[in-house]
């Protein structure tokens, strides 16, 4: 179970980081997603 969890975490480490490439990319500023995906998890 505790793998599991590990690995979907891992995934969506993966899917943030493609996320902010793809938004730097288009000249915004990443860590305005980041501060919101915090704002979410708390």
């Given at each position: 179970m505790k793998m599991l969890?590990?690995?979907?975490?891992?995934?969506?480490?993966?899917?943030?980081e493609n996320v902010n490439k793809l938004l730097f990319r288009m000249g915004k500023r990443p860590y305005i997603l980041y501060l919101r995906y915090q704002k979410i998890k708390d």
């Open positions: 969890h590990c690995f979907y975490l891992a995934k969506l480490l993966i899917f943030f």
